[in-house]
């Protein structure tokens, strides 16, 4: 799955991987408190 992510990013960077970058930053932040 992780590799997946990182040959899409390697191509071209949909609007849907930035949005779920920035969802798994907000769970990290989530979780870190």
Known sequence: M???N????QGVIEPEY???IVWLGYVS?????
């Open 2 to 4: 992780l590799s997946d």
């Open 6 to 9: 990182l040959e899409k990013r």
């Open 18 to 20: 930035t949005s779920h």
């Open 29 to 33: 932040f989530a979780l870190s408190e």
